[in-house]
Structure formats: structure tokens, C-alpha cells
């Protein structure tokens, strides 16, 4: 049943319904001032190219300057694939491990009243407001040998500053809010009424959440978990500062591309970028076709 | 006596939402609860289903205590106010989903839907989802879901306030048909009296949590007896309402 979508000024709605663009002023019948609305999407346009279209035609220029050879060389050179495993492990448990967290979180603060609901619900925020670096620094100062776990991590062997899981910490602290604040809204806007329903008619929580509150959630899930990915894939600054950079060890791509240009390896440092760019010209499109979905 | 409530205390935050709530209501009879909005009379449905807990006091169904019992061992059917129909699922899968949830064989569900699409007469809109009804078919989908268990009591919160005050009448005369015709006893909630003297049996008037007056409509509008009693029900229209009939 292919019907062809109407495209009407009330329901084309840019977004994915939460952080959507709506109709705010009813738009002029008559044809007016067009000359207004044609300078501002130039402005838009014009900042556009410059702020996002141009660097990225100068990380892909750049990166193919000394050929393909050089390109596919520093691509596959040990250590980028070294990196580009990391970041892809340190984002999936980030994104796995914010996922239930995310779940677990909205569904408590939806489905539930209790006291400091409100509290719990801005400390999941603090990732968002605290700087990555800053966040790393914590991390250091938690679990680093001269940290207050220091002591304790080291008579157990266990080794988390400057190794691959202080790397992994970092990037699910970095992510933690994502999922959470997709699903939250729209758990929250569910209610809980049908949930009690069901409840009622005495189905278990677990068939509960799987014929009630997933089909309700799951685009935004999904477009949490795709936002998630994209932000653990590029997390620089707390990766950085815990990761005590060791080549082949603890750097994920963003610091193998410091690292490129910082040693004067201009061609395979936006060779790399360019890795990452891929992966996130991937993501924006996984992203429409979520939204796209959702609608 | 069949539901019985007896010196049923409950507070939420601070707030007093019943205070020494006891009635009783017999086996096979409509009982209303009436009373202004924020009076407690909610609180008291969900208690009985088994959705919220008294602090104090006893509730029996059938002569048990069933205080203890989850809501889903109690027999019971409930309409939500907005119907709470699961919107991702077909007006028959919502039919079937309590029975499912029960382990019932499939014929046995495909049967008893059938039956009670019949019954409200919606044979024909089984495959459509909730959003695609209109208010009226959506009470009556969530009526049939309510019932599909075989519970021994209906409960129905606030069931017309979400409808169309110019079809409210005719699912008014319908809901009292149909519960007649099961012969379930059956509880509801209501603000609005005419509603409430017009399909209840039992009229239980609640005012600030407490229990003001119970009796039939009849009893209640002749002789009230207190003050919100005499304050709160409009004789005269209750005179209309009689001569009307």
C-alpha cells in the first residue's frame, strides 16, 4: 500500500518528532516577502560551506594529495588499524553499555515516582556539561596510582589509567546521556497507564516491555544508540587525557590523527580523518533513515 | 456482600486520599462512585484493583481478603479512563491479549474475540489499530479487552470523559445494557451525576476521601444526609431525569 506522503506545510516536520522543526508563524497566502526569506537561506548556505562543506572538501583533498598509494598505505598502515580497532571496541561498549543503562534509566524515571527523581535526572546530565578533559582528569584522579583507588586497583593486578580500559571508562562517561535522553521523552509521554493494563491482565514485566514499551520506543532508541555511536567514535578529549597515549596500545583514531600531525605526517593524518569522516557520513545516513522510519 | 471496603485509610505524600472509606456492594449490581474531581474516588478503584495500596483497612471480594493478592489474581477487569488500549496492537489483539497472557489455547482465543467483537459489534474492525477508531468504538474495544478474561468484577474509571458529550448518552444506554447483559458486577467513577443516577444501581457518594452517602439514586436525592449530600446532588434535575423516563 504505497501512498504517496501528501506534503502539506502542517505536517512537514524536519526532525524526529522530540527536537523537531515546527510550524511557528503561519506562512504568508500571498507570495510577500521573498527577498527576506532568500537572503537569510543564503546566509544559512553561505555558513554552511564554510563552517562544514569546506573543511571537509579540505580533509579529503588533502588526505588523496600524494596519491591513492599514499592514501591506502596510511590507512592500512599497523597502527591506524590498531586505532581504528579500538575506537570501534570502545565505542561498541560504550554504546551497548549505554543502551541498557539508557533503558533502565527512562524506564525508572517514567514509570515511577520516588523522591530525587529530579535529582537523579540532572546528574545523568552531567557528562553533557562537565569538558571531556575534565572528565578524564577524574578518571586519573580515581583510579590513578596516586589516586584514592590507586592502591586497592594495584594489589589486584587491575590496570585502568593508561591502558585500553580507562580508554573504554572515558568514552561511556563521555556517552552516558545519549540514549537516556532520546528515550526519556518518550517513555515519559507514554504514561504508564497501558503498562498498567497489561499489568492488570497479570503479564510478566518482561513481556510487558517487549509488547508494550518497545514498540513504542524503538525509533527512538535506535536514533539514541546512532547518536551515542557517533559521539564515542569521535571522543577526543577525555580519551586523550587517560589514554596516556601509547602507540598501538591506548590510541583510538582522533589521537592517532593528533599524533600524524604532530609529527609532520600532514597526508596520513588527514588520511585518517578521512576514516573518520566515512564513519560519519555513515552514521548522518543511518540517522535520516531512522527518522525517515520514525515518521 | 461481594466488594467490600472496610475502614480503608490512604495518604500519598501527605494528602489524605481516602479516610475510613466502608462500603459494600452486592453481587451483580452497577454501584457508582460519585463525587467532585480530586475526591478520592480513583484512589478507590485502584485499590480494589489491586493498582495501589491501602495504608490501612481491608478489602474483600467475595468474602476474601484480598489485600495481599496481586491486582492480577483478583478477577478483575478495568477501563481506563483514556482506555489505555495498547496502541501498537489490533482492536483483536488487544481483545486477546489478556487470554494470551493466560496461556489459553488459540481457538480458544480466536473464539472468545470473535464472540466478544460480536458483542460489541466491531466484527469487522478487528485488524484495525486503536488510532484509527473513533472515542465511542475505542470505550467499546476497551469494554471487550476488560471482559475477555472472564473477570468476576468490572471496574471503569471516569468511562464517558473522554467522549463526545453529543454521543455520551447513547454509550451511556449501551455500557448499562451490556454490563446487564454479562450481569458482571461492576463499579465506575463519575463526577457527573445525571450519569451516575441514570445506569447505577448503588449510588456511592464521595466527598474529600470520606464516604458521605450511600443508597440508590433515589434515596440519595430524596433524603440526603449531609450537608454536601443536600449540597452537591441537584434534586430538581433528578426529577427531570425520573419524569423523563
Same mark, same amino acid.
Not at chain 1, 49 to 74: C, E, F, K
Not at chain 2, 192 to 211: P, S, Y
Given at each position: 500500500?504505497?501512498?504517496?506522503?501528501?506534503?502539506?506545510?502542517?505536517?512537514?516536520?524536519?526532525?524526529?518528532?522530540?527536537?523537531?522543526?515546527?510550524?511557528?508563524?503561519?506562512?504568508?497566502?500571498?507570495?510577500?516577502?521573498?527577498?527576506?526569506? $532568500?537572503?537569510?537561506?543564503?546566509?544559512?548556505?553561505?555558513?554552511?560551506?564554510?563552517?562544514?562543506?569546506?573543511?571537509?572538501?579540505?580533509?579529503?583533498?588533502?588526505?588523496?594529495?600524494?596519491?591513492?598509494?599514499?592514501?591506502?598505505?596510511?590507512?592500512?598502515?599497523? $597502527?591506524?588499524?590498531?586505532?581504528?580497532? *579500538?575506537?570501534?571496541?570502545?565505542? *561498541?561498549?560504550?554504546?551497548?553499555?549505554?543502551?541498557?543503562?539508557?533503558?533502565?534509566?527512562?524506564?525508572?524515571?517514567?514509570?515511577?515516582?520516588?523522591?530525587?527523581?529530579?535529582?537523579?535526572?540532572?546528574?545523568?546530565?552531567?557528562?553533557?556539561?562537565?569538558?571531556?578533559?575534565?572528565?578524564?582528569?577524574?578518571?586519573?584522579?580515581?583510579?590513578?596510582?596516586?589516586?584514592?583507588?590507586?592502591?586497592?586497583?594495584?594489589?589486584?593486578?587491575?590496570?585502568?589509567?593508561?591502558?585500553?580500559?580507562?580508554?573504554?571508562?572515558?568514552?561511556?562517561?563521555?556517552?552516558?546521556?545519549?540514549?537516556?535522553?532520546?528515550?526519556?521523552?518518550?517513555?515519559?509521554?507514554?504514561?504508564?497507564?497501558?503498562?498498567?493494563?497489561?499489568?492488570?491482565?497479570?503479564?510478566?514485566?518482561?513481556?510487558?516491555?517487549?509488547?508494550?514499551?518497545?514498540?513504542?520506543?524503538?525509533?527512538?532508541?535506535?536514533?539514541?544508540?546512532?547518536?551515542?555511536?557517533?559521539?564515542?567514535?569521535?571522543?577526543?578529549?577525555?580519551?586523550?587525557?587517560?589514554?596516556?597515549?601509547?602507540?598501538?596500545?591506548?590510541?583510538?583514531?582522533?589521537?592517532?590523527?593528533?599524533?600524524? $600531525?604532530?609529527?609532520?605526517?600532514?597526508?596520513?593524518?588527514?588520511?585518517?580523518?578521512? *576514516? *573518520?569522516?566515512?564513519?560519519?557520513?555513515?552514521?548522518?545516513?543511518?540517522?535520516?533513515?531512522?527518522?525517515?522510519?520514525?515518521? | 456482600?461481594?466488594?467490600?471496603?472496610?475502614?480503608?485509610?490512604?495518604?500519598?505524600?501527605?494528602?489524605?486520599?481516602?479516610? &475510613?472509606?466502608?462500603?459494600?456492594?452486592?453481587?451483580?449490581?452497577?454501584?457508582?462512585?460519585?463525587?467532585?474531581?480530586?475526591?478520592?474516588?480513583?484512589?478507590?478503584?485502584?485499590?480494589?484493583?489491586?493498582?495501589?495500596?491501602? &495504608?490501612?483497612?481491608?478489602?474483600?471480594?467475595?468474602?476474601?481478603?484480598?489485600?495481599?493478592?496481586?491486582?492480577?489474581?483478583?478477577?478483575?477487569?478495568?477501563?481506563?479512563?483514556?482506555?489505555?488500549?495498547?496502541?501498537?496492537?489490533?482492536?483483536?489483539?488487544?481483545?486477546?491479549?489478556?487470554?494470551?497472557?493466560?496461556?489459553?489455547?488459540?481457538?480458544?482465543?480466536?473464539?472468545?474475540?470473535?464472540?466478544?467483537?460480536?458483542?460489541?459489534?466491531?466484527?469487522?474492525?478487528?485488524?484495525?489499530?486503536?488510532?484509527?477508531?473513533?472515542?465511542?468504538?475505542?470505550?467499546?474495544?476497551?469494554?471487550?479487552?476488560?471482559?475477555?478474561?472472564?473477570?468476576?468484577?468490572?471496574?471503569?474509571?471516569?468511562?464517558?470523559?473522554?467522549?463526545?458529550?453529543?454521543?455520551?448518552?447513547?454509550?451511556?444506554?449501551?455500557?448499562?445494557?451490556?454490563?446487564?447483559?454479562?450481569?458482571?458486577?461492576?463499579?465506575?467513577?463519575?463526577?457527573?451525576?445525571?450519569?451516575?443516577?441514570?445506569?447505577?444501581?448503588?449510588?456511592?457518594?464521595?466527598?474529600?476521601?470520606?464516604?458521605?452517602?450511600?443508597?440508590?439514586?433515589?434515596?440519595?436525592?430524596?433524603?440526603?444526609?449531609?450537608?454536601?449530600?443536600?449540597? @452537591?446532588?441537584?434534586?430538581?434535575? @433528578?426529577?427531570?431525569?425520573?419524569?423523563?423516563?
Amino acid at each position: 500500500m504505497a501512498k504517496k506522503k501528501e506534503r502539506t506545510y502542517e505536517k512537514d516536520v524536519i526532525g524526529d518528532g522530540i527536537h523537531s522543526i515546527r510550524k511557528v508563524i503561519e506562512p504568508p497566502k500571498e507570495p510577500s516577502n521573498h527577498r527576506m526569506k $532568500y537572503a537569510l537561506i543564503g546566509m544559512s548556505a553561505l555558513f554552511l560551506i564554510l563552517m562544514l562543506v569546506l573543511p571537509l572538501i579540505v580533509v579529503i583533498s588533502n588526505a588523496l594529495r600524494d596519491g591513492w598509494n599514499t592514501y591506502v598505505g596510511a590507512i592500512l598502515d599497523e $597502527y591506524t588499524i590498531k586505532a581504528l580497532k *579500538l575506537t570501534v571496541a570502545a565505542t *561498541l561498549c560504550a554504546v551497548v553499555v549505554n543502551t541498557i543503562f539508557g533503558i533502565f534509566a527512562s524506564y525508572l524515571l517514567s514509570k515511577f515516582y520516588f523522591r530525587g527523581r529530579q535529582l537523579l535526572a540532572t546528574l545523568i546530565d552531567i557528562p553533557f556539561s562537565i569538558s571531556p578533559v575534565i572528565a578524564g582528569l577524574l578518571f586519573i584522579l580515581t583510579f590513578g596510582n596516586v589516586g584514592w583507588m590507586g592502591e586497592f586497583l594495584k594489589s589486584n593486578g587491575i590496570k585502568i589509567v593508561f591502558a585500553v580500559p580507562g580508554v573504554i571508562l572515558a568514552t561511556i562517561f563521555v556517552t552516558l546521556p545519549f540514549v537516556f535522553r532520546e528515550l526519556f521523552p518518550v517513555m515519559n509521554s507514554q504514561g504508564k497507564d497501558e503498562e498498567e493494563a497489561a499489568a492488570l491482565m497479570g503479564a510478566g514485566g518482561f513481556t510487558i516491555f517487549r509488547k508494550i514499551t518497545f514498540p513504542h520506543i524503538k525509533w527512538a532508541l535506535m536514533y539514541g544508540v546512532i547518536l551515542c555511536t557517533a559521539r564515542a567514535m569521535g571522543e577526543f578529549g577525555a580519551v586523550s587525557v587517560i589514554s596516556g597515549h601509547l602507540r598501538g596500545k591506548t590510541i583510538t583514531l582522533p589521537l592517532h590523527v593528533e599524533i600524524l $600531525y604532530n609529527e609532520f605526517h600532514t597526508t596520513a593524518a588527514f588520511a585518517v580523518s578521512s *576514516l *573518520l569522516v566515512i564513519l560519519a557520513v555513515l552514521i548522518l545516513i543511518a540517522r535520516n533513515i531512522v527518522e525517515w522510519k520514525r515518521k | 456482600m461481594y466488594v467490600e471496603m472496610r475502614h480503608v485509610n490512604k495518604t500519598f505524600d501527605g494528602f489524605h486520599a481516602s479516610r &475510613d472509606v466502608s462500603f459494600a456492594i452486592k453481587k451483580g449490581h452497577m454501584a457508582a462512585l460519585l463525587g467532585p474531581s480530586g475526591s478520592g474516588k480513583t484512589t478507590i478503584l485502584r485499590m480494589i484493583a489491586g493498582l495501589d495500596q491501602p &495504608d490501612s483497612g481491608d478489602i474483600l471480594i467475595d468474602e476474601v481478603r484480598v489485600n495481599d493478592l496481586r491486582a492480577s489474581k483478583r478477577g478483575i477487569g478495568f477501563v481506563f479512563q483514556n482506555y489505555a488500549l495498547f496502541r501498537y496492537m489490533t482492536v483483536a489483539d488487544n481483545i486477546a491479549f489478556g487470554l494470551e497472557v493466560q496461556k489459553k489455547s488459540k481457538a480458544e482465543i480466536k473464539a472468545r474475540v470473535e464472540e466478544l467483537l460480536e458483542l460489541i459489534s466491531m466484527k469487522e474492525l478487528g485488524k484495525r489499530y486503536p488510532h484509527q477508531l473513533s472515542g465511542g468504538q475505542r470505550q467499546r474495544v476497551a469494554f471487550a479487552r476488560a471482559l475477555a478474561p472472564r473477570p468476576q468484577i468490572l471496574l471503569l474509571d471516569e468511562p464517558f470523559a473522554a467522549i463526545d458529550a453529543k454521543v455520551r448518552q447513547e454509550l451511556r444506554t449501551w455500557l448499562k445494557e451490556m454490563i446487564g447483559r454479562v450481569g458482571i458486577t461492576s463499579i465506575f467513577v463519575t463526577h457527573d451525576q445525571e450519569e451516575a443516577m441514570e445506569i447505577a444501581d448503588r449510588i456511592i457518594l464521595i466527598n474529600q476521601g470520606k464516604v458521605e452517602q450511600i443508597g440508590t439514586p433515589a434515596e440519595i436525592c430524596s433524603c440526603p444526609e449531609t450537608e454536601f449530600a443536600a449540597d @452537591f446532588i441537584d434534586a430538581r434535575r @433528578f426529577e427531570a431525569l425520573m419524569s423523563m423516563k
